[in-house]
T-cell receptor, first 109, second 115 residues
């Protein structure tokens, strides 16, 4: 069936540095790619998304890139801050969300 | 405005008990999804409703799981004869239309613990 692979599973970066999380998907029909941030014990919160007709999208310190040919998409966080520490999930969507396994992002002060 | 709500927030059940989990989506949202999130893992799709119609239940792990949305608004996920492997957070999400690019808004989840 369809799946989404996400790497790395854990990412530790120094405060102020950049963080990159990468995902690949298998369903060619997927046309929507959201990224969610989930803090411990809380619901997933959408932080940025990209549609299949766009290659890149940026919102302040967060950007997402999409390569439909290679079925890759990535999340870039610049100037990381302690409050960025959380688990980040990528997903692809035809109509239901297919989720990656998550990346635990740790920001070291 | 009100977001997606779920009740109860926490449920402890003895193995073999039946449980019912409730989801109140955002008013007027057409699509409703149930996901299961085991500890330390990403959510996994269970089932999808468009209004009152259950269009996809391929993610339900066994016939002990049943979901309904009889009037196209509130949905209930029922688990019969609960097993320890059913312990997880059950997330409900709704989106305004059936379009794939519509954002899904998540409820806080129900944490089910089966003893």
């Amino acid at each position: 069936g369809e799946n989404v692979e996400q790497h790395p599973s854990t990412l530790s970066v120094q405060e102020g540095d950049s963080a990159v999380i990468k995902c690949t998907y298998s369903d060619s029909a997927s046309n929507y790619f959201p990224w969610y941030k989930q803090e411990l014990g809380k619901r997933p919160q959408l932080i940025i998304d990209i549609r299949s007709n766009v290659g890149e999208k940026k919102d302040q310190r967060i950007a997402v890139t999409l390569n439909k040919t290679a079925k890759h998409f990535s999340l870039h966080i610049t100037e990381t801050q302690p409050e960025d520490s959380a688990v980040y999930f990528c997903a692809s969507r035809n109509y239901q969300l297919i989720w990656g396994a998550g990346t635990k992002l740790i920001i070291k002060p | 405005g009100a977001g997606v709500s779920q009740s109860p927030r926490y449920k402890v059940a003895k193995r073999g008990q039946d449980v019912a989990l409730r989801c109140d989506p955002i008013s007027g949202h057409v699509s409703l999804f149930w996901y299961q999130q085991a500890l330390g893992q990403g959510p996994e799709f269970l089932t999808y409703f468009q209004n009152e119609a259950q269009l996809d239940k391929s993610g339900l792990p066994s016939d002990r799981f049943f979901a309904e949305r009889p009037e196209g608004s509130v949905s209930t996920l029922k688990i019969q004869r609960t097993q320890q492997e059913d312990s997880a957070v059950y997330l409900c999400a709704s989106s305004a239309t059936s379009a794939a690019s519509n954002e899904q808004f998540f409820g806080p989840g129900t944490r089910l613990t089966v003893l």
